[in-house]
């Protein structure tokens, strides 16, 4: 199918007003690293965003940016680390897991899709920092949500509700977001060869201290083989990891209190900035799962103390890898190739300890045979029709990636 990059948003206005007499099928993407998430599309034309690039706005003192939606991300981070400033969410780079090149995701796509990395623990998601947009919706209209202040809705947030729709509903042409200050010192403290059971315990506890952990990862042993960094790949054995961040006094005496909480669970290790970032850095880009791109990738989200109970009951059907983020509540699963990817133990096992379950990555027929995202309950699937008939009527903008019926 042919690829159009628009190079302004009244071009990308008028394609979509041309598809939609025609009744064509559009395929929405940023630069094209998150394709193959979702059911296949049957499009008669893909539109990308890539073209539409550039920081529009960008208020450092007020904590404020905004960029058109084909902006790279990496272009983003630059401009705001040479302000001493970061995105707060910390966007994870999906694309080498999926066997797209590292680097070329777009600030758009990153709020389309509502991917947060590490850091969501302490700062919240993409979307909780999303403040406006600019988009297309399926009739080929511009139309403009939010504005440079979170307090500015004063009826449905168009604009966050646009967040995780994966290109569904509305084309973002532009997006406005909040930015934080870089932390001057970052730590980590790892405690090696715990047993998931344990690590969690531990995620869960460091969590619950007044420390402002700002992430907790536990990588099993299999997982933990898979670093490229050395500090934590070599001494062979299951990583914990929880990181604080902040000025460089308060993370020296955090480090130290932290360390002695943690002391009854084993021998704590502290890295500082060069192994901090580096380990962080690479778990951004889930380089633990690019070795095996040909397995089935699931990404459950549960209740933390629940994650290792999680994973023991799918290993009870099926040989099974993970790595547990944001505390143990977001579970990366690499599984074995099936006819239904192990879709339908793994969403009976969430259904019993709660949570939902997406299919991030799997061959195009398995993800054309089953729910790729997890299946909505009755009354939050009228909801989801009633937004698609306001905002695409036609049915156009990426039809059947997320549900069948959207």
């Given amino acids: 199918?042919?690829?159009?990059?628009?190079?302004?948003?009244?071009?990308?206005?008028?394609?979509?007003?041309?598809?939609?007499?025609?009744?064509?099928?559009?395929?929405?993407?940023?630069?094209?690293?998150?394709?193959?998430?979702?059911?296949?599309?049957?499009?008669?034309?893909?539109?990308?965003?890539?073209?539409?690039?550039?920081?529009?706005?960008?208020?450092?003192?007020?904590?404020?940016?905004?960029?058109?939606?084909?902006?790279?991300?990496?272009?983003?981070?630059?401009?705001?680390?040479?302000?001493?400033?970061?995105?707060?969410?910390?966007?994870?780079?999906?694309?080498?897991?999926?066997?797209?090149?590292?680097?070329?995701?777009?600030?758009?796509?990153?709020?389309?899709?509502?991917?947060?990395?590490?850091?969501?623990?302490?700062?919240?998601?993409?979307?909780?920092?999303?403040?406006?947009?600019?988009?297309?919706?399926?009739?080929?209209?511009?139309?403009?949500?939010?504005?440079?202040?979170?307090?500015?809705?004063?009826?449905?947030?168009?604009?966050?509700?646009?967040?995780?729709?994966?290109?569904?509903?509305?084309?973002?042409?532009?997006?406005?977001?909040?930015?934080?200050?870089?932390?001057?010192?970052?730590?980590?403290?790892?405690?090696?060869?715990?047993?998931?059971?344990?690590?969690?315990?531990?995620?869960?506890?460091?969590?619950?201290?007044?420390?402002?952990?700002?992430?907790?990862?536990?990588?099993?042993?299999a997982m933990a083989r898979r670093l490229r960094t050395p500090e934590l790949r070599d001494p062979g054995k299951a990583v914990t990891a929880i990181r604080l961040e902040n000025l460089a006094n308060f993370v020296d005496y955090r480090s130290a209190k932290l360390r002695e909480h943690l002391a009854p669970y084993g021998t704590v290790e502290v890295f500082g900035d060069d192994v901090s970032l580096a380990f962080w850095g690479e778990l951004r880009q889930l380089s633990v799962l690019q070795e095996e791109r040909a397995k089935p990738l699931w990404r459950v989200s549960t209740k933390p103390t629940a994650g290792p109970k999680v994973v023991d009951a799918v290993r009870r059907h099926m040989a099974a890898e993970a790595f547990y983020d944001w505390s143990g509540g977001l579970i990366w699963l690499e599984v074995p190739e099936s006819a239904d990817a192990g879709a339908t133990d793994i969403r009976r096992i969430t259904a019993q300890y709660g949570g939902h379950a997406t299919l991030m990555r799997a061959d195009p027929s398995v993800r054309a045979a089953i729910d790729v995202f997890q299946p909505l309950d009755p009354g939050v699937e009228r909801l989801t029709r009633g937004l698609k008939a306001a905002f695409d009527p036609a049915g156009i903008l990426s039809p059947g990636r997320m549900y069948a019926f959207l």
């Fill in 1 to 221: 199918m042919p690829t159009v990059r628009p190079g302004a948003e009244w071009e990308l206005a008028n394609l979509v007003v041309a598809a939609t007499e025609r009744k064509r099928p559009i395929e929405v993407m940023g630069a094209g690293t998150k394709q193959g998430v979702g059911r296949p599309i049957q499009s008669a034309l893909t539109i990308s965003t890539s073209a539409l690039r550039g920081i529009t706005l960008y208020e450092p003192t007020e904590l404020v940016m905004s960029a058109r939606a084909g902006t790279p991300v990496i272009e983003v981070e630059a401009q705001l680390a040479a302000r001493g400033q970061m995105l707060p969410f910390e966007p994870i780079d999906l694309g080498p897991a999926l066997g797209a090149e590292a680097g070329r995701g777009t600030i758009g796509a990153v709020f389309a899709t509502n991917l947060s990395g590490a850091r969501r623990v302490a700062t919240g998601s993409a979307r909780d920092h999303l403040l406006g947009v600019r988009a297309i919706n399926g009739r080929g209209e511009t139309f403009k949500s939010g504005g440079r202040v979170l307090k500015n809705v004063t009826g449905y947030d168009v604009a966050r509700g646009l967040a995780g729709s994966w290109g569904t509903l509305a084309i973002l042409t532009e997006v406005t977001f909040k930015v934080v200050p870089k932390p001057e010192r970052t730590a980590t403290l790892v405690l090696f060869g715990l047993t998931d059971e344990l690590a969690s315990e531990v995620m869960c506890q460091a969590m619950g201290t007044p420390f402002e952990v700002s992430g907790a990862v536990h990588l099993p042993l």
